[in-house]
């Protein structure tokens, strides 16, 4: 061996050769130590963008499963329609088709503005009381002369009075009429087997003269004339 190291004229002695072989596996050991720790960020930044990418399609699954579940996107739909139509003020008429029907659910409220007014075509149905059946009528009935006869009928409401009947007749030109257009009140009671007398209180609301064979109190028989008074469109008939 040289009695030199190199071109450094480090003499070749034990403790010189023992100090360069020190020096070298540190040299050696803070090259790992760089390796090591550059393989460590590398690794790491691996992870980090494995996980940035795994966040990634996540989202982008979750996102896609909207656009593909029919349901969510009808729910979506309807919500925005239903907010649309919140925030929308209707001003006009509204008109249901021919053969329409409107519904309205039980314990429903329709309600009317102030000074709204609801119109009713085609007349308005009586219910203060009884209406003849079309067999009763028998609106197809015709005389040999095949005039076609206009159909009326009269309903009476009778209060039994004193010894015989007050009756109101309430009369309708036809079986379409929704009110009386003509009433008339009288007493009746009987006299005799097949025989009866007869007095007129009143026509159409307004009382009669008291006759002078009257035997009866006309004030209290007239209280006891059923006239037909309902409300129609805000006045009484």
């Given at each position: 061996?040289?009695?030199?190291?190199?071109?450094?004229?480090?003499?070749?002695?034990?403790?010189?050769?023992?100090?360069?072989?020190?020096?070298?596996?540190?040299?050696?050991?803070?090259?790992?130590?760089?390796?090591?720790?550059?393989?460590?960020?590398?690794?790491?930044?691996?992870?980090?963008f494995a996980v940035l990418a795994g966040v990634g399609i996540a989202i982008a699954a979750y996102?896609?499963?909207?656009?593909?579940?029919?349901?969510?996107?009808?729910?979506?739909?309807?919500?925005?329609?239903?907010?649309?139509?919140?925030?929308?003020?209707?001003?006009?008429?509204?008109?249901?088709?021919d053969g329409g029907i409107v519904k309205i659910e039980p314990g429903g409220t329709v309600r009317?503005?102030?000074?709204?007014?609801?119109?009713?075509?085609?007349?308005?149905?009586?219910?203060?009381?009884?209406?003849?059946?079309?067999?009763?009528?028998?609106?197809?009935?015709?005389?040999?002369?095949?005039?076609?006869?206009?159909?009326?009928?009269?309903?009476?409401?009778?209060?039994?009075?004193?010894?015989?009947?007050?009756?109101?007749?309430?009369?309708?030109?036809?079986?379409?009429?929704?009110?009386?257009?003509?009433?008339?009140?009288?007493?009746?009671?009987?006299?005799?087997?097949?025989?009866?007398?007869?007095?007129?209180?009143?026509?159409?609301?307004?009382?009669?003269?008291?006759?002078?064979?009257?035997?009866?109190?006309?004030?209290?028989?007239?209280?006891?004339?059923?006239?037909?008074?309902?409300?129609?469109?805000?006045?009484?008939?």
């Amino acid at each position: 061996m040289n009695a030199h190291v190199g071109d450094f004229a480090i003499p070749n002695t034990p403790p010189n050769a023992a100090m360069a072989a020190t020096v070298q596996r540190r040299i050696l050991a803070d090259a790992g130590y760089q390796r090591a720790k550059n393989a460590f960020w590398r690794m790491s930044g691996l992870g980090v963008f494995a996980v940035l990418a795994g966040v990634g399609i996540a989202i982008a699954a979750y996102g896609y499963s909207f656009v593909t579940d029919q349901r969510a996107a009808g729910d979506h739909i309807g919500q925005a329609i239903a907010d649309a139509l919140r925030s929308v003020k209707l001003d006009g008429t509204v008109k249901v088709a021919d053969g329409g029907i409107v519904k309205i659910e039980p314990g429903g409220t329709v309600r009317l503005e102030p000074g709204g007014i609801v119109r009713l075509e085609g007349g308005v149905t009586n219910t203060n009381g009884p209406r003849p059946t079309e067999q009763q009528i028998q609106p197809n009935a015709l005389p040999s002369s095949a005039v076609k006869p206009v159909t009326n009928f009269t309903i009476f409401k009778f209060i039994k009075w004193e010894k015989g009947d007050v009756v109101t007749g309430w009369s309708y030109a036809s079986s379409t009429d929704t009110k009386p257009n003509h009433q008339y009140c009288y007493y009746s009671y009987s006299t005799g087997e097949y025989v009866s007398a007869r007095f007129t209180l009143a026509s159409d609301g307004v009382p009669v003269a008291r006759g002078t064979d009257w035997d009866f109190d006309n004030v209290a028989a007239l209280s006891n004339c059923t006239w037909f008074n309902p409300v129609v469109e805000g006045r009484k008939t």
